[in-house]
């Protein structure tokens, strides 16, 4: 999700996120114009942070406390705010032969805490991406041996559904194209936790069911293993 922020917008979110990371607490208007020396009143910063709360990039602990990053501010930040520092060379060579050996996305991912864990010396965390409300990008098949395709999902928060499904495509009544069309017709755009268990009648229907166990499958594992630690 890409969000385009003014400048006045931009400061005042990258100032809360630092400040509300390096001391824990909600961040009020008062203090971001007090500390940060921002050449408005608090007033307008406060009006700003309302604005930011309704963009879904704040939140507020309770109606008398100040405002703290929401999952998607924190995002906004990360990508487009966080200050950047160049990376030692000896660290750079640890990251990239710990992280260059791993092909399945859990070994990357506990991989990535355990460098991280070790550069920083603190404990690091790390989770796959929520799915609650991650919806299907796009639906892509493709020939995996003779008798067999490999159905890819992407969703809107970049995570990967595989599934290796046996079909024989020379005798199917349809051409992977259309199959893929009809696919992405049907589900793009639609929520995972939406997809229900039923399968559509035609003939597509065997793919779509391939395509609905898939999902459900995905989700039960990404329940089960979803948050890494080390340190």
Same mark, same amino acid.
């Given at each position: 999700?890409? +969000?385009q922020?003014?400048?006045?917008?931009?400061?005042?979110l990258?100032?809360?996120?630092?400040?509300?990371?390096d001391?824990?607490?909600?961040?009020g208007?008062?203090?971001?114009?007090?500390?940060?020396?921002? =050449?408005?009143r608090?007033?307008t910063? @406060?009006?700003?942070?309302?604005?930011?709360?309704e963009?879904?990039?704040?939140?507020q602990?309770? #109606?008398?406390?100040?405002? %703290?990053?929401?999952?998607?501010?924190?995002?906004?930040?990360?990508?487009?705010?966080?200050?950047r520092?160049?990376?030692?060379?000896a660290?750079?060579? +640890? *990251?990239?032969?710990?992280?260059?050996?791993?092909?399945?996305? =859990?070994?990357?991912?506990?991989?990535?805490? @355990? /460098?991280?864990?070790?550069?920083?010396?603190?404990?690091?965390a790390?989770? $796959?991406?929520?799915?609650?409300n991650s919806?299907?990008?796009? %639906?892509?098949l493709?020939r995996?041996? &003779?008798?067999?395709?490999?159905? /890819?999902?992407a969703?809107?928060n970049?995570?990967? *559904?595989h #599934?290796i /499904?046996?079909?024989? %495509?020379?005798?199917?009544m349809? &051409?992977?194209?259309?199959?893929?069309? $009809?696919?992405?017709?049907?589900?793009?755009?639609? /929520?995972?936790?939406? %997809?229900?268990?039923?399968?559509?009648?035609?003939?597509?229907?065997a793919?779509?069911?391939?395509? +609905?166990?898939?999902v459900?499958?995905?989700?039960?594992?990404?329940?089960?293993r979803?948050?890494?630690?080390?340190?």
């Amino acid at each position: 999700m890409s +969000i385009q922020l003014k400048e006045r917008k931009a400061k005042i979110l990258q100032l809360l996120v630092q400040d509300y990371i390096d001391n824990c607490e909600p961040v009020g208007s008062k203090r971001i114009a007090e500390t940060y020396g921002m =050449e408005v009143r608090s007033a307008t910063i @406060r009006n700003e942070m309302a604005e930011l709360s309704e963009m879904g990039l704040l939140t507020q602990p309770h #109606r008398s406390a100040g405002r %703290i990053p929401s999952e998607l501010g924190y995002r906004v930040f990360v990508d487009s705010l966080m200050e950047r520092c160049s990376i030692p060379s000896a660290a750079g060579r +640890i *990251i990239t032969e710990a992280l260059r050996q791993q092909n399945e996305i =859990e070994m990357l991912v506990s991989a990535a805490c @355990r /460098v991280l864990s070790e550069l920083c010396g603190y404990v690091a965390a790390a989770a $796959y991406p929520s799915m609650k409300n991650s919806r299907i990008d796009c %639906i892509s098949l493709s020939r995996y041996g &003779s008798r067999r395709l490999l159905m /890819v999902a992407a969703t809107t928060n970049s995570y990967i *559904i595989h #599934r290796i /499904v046996d079909l024989d %495509i020379d005798k199917a009544m349809y &051409s992977l194209d259309a199959a893929a069309n $009809y696919l992405n017709s049907v589900y793009s755009g639609r /929520v995972l936790s939406e %997809i229900g268990a039923s399968e559509p009648a035609g003939m597509f229907a065997a793919l779509a069911g391939e395509f +609905i166990k898939a999902v459900r499958s995905e989700g039960r594992d990404i329940r089960d293993r979803k948050y890494f630690y080390d340190g």
